[in-house]
């Protein structure tokens, strides 16, 4: 197990895995992790990296700016 206490964390994106889990020698994985949408198992397990960071942190003003940037995008009806 990657993580600490109980919750074990994805052997692929290093997010703590909650809900349902694909168990590979004793690794838990996100299902999405494991395959795409519809499609054949296709990811290459990369080792969990806890406690990273982003280079630089977004602000408020960030996250607002990528909501209307990714709202723009949807098709009105």
């Not at 519809?38 to 406690?51: D, H, K, S, W």
């Amino acid at each position: 197990m990657l993580g600490s206490g109980t919750t074990p964390l994805c052997g692929y994106c290093g997010r703590p895995v909650i809900d349902f889990a694909v168990w590979h020698a004793g690794v838990a994985y996100h299902g999405e992790c494991t395959h795409g949408p519809g499609g054949p198992l296709r990811y290459t397990p990369m080792p969990a990296q806890p406690g990273c960071t982003p280079i630089q942190q977004l602000t408020e003003d960030d996250v607002r700016r990528i909501v209307r940037e990714e709202m723009a995008k949807v098709p009105n009806e």
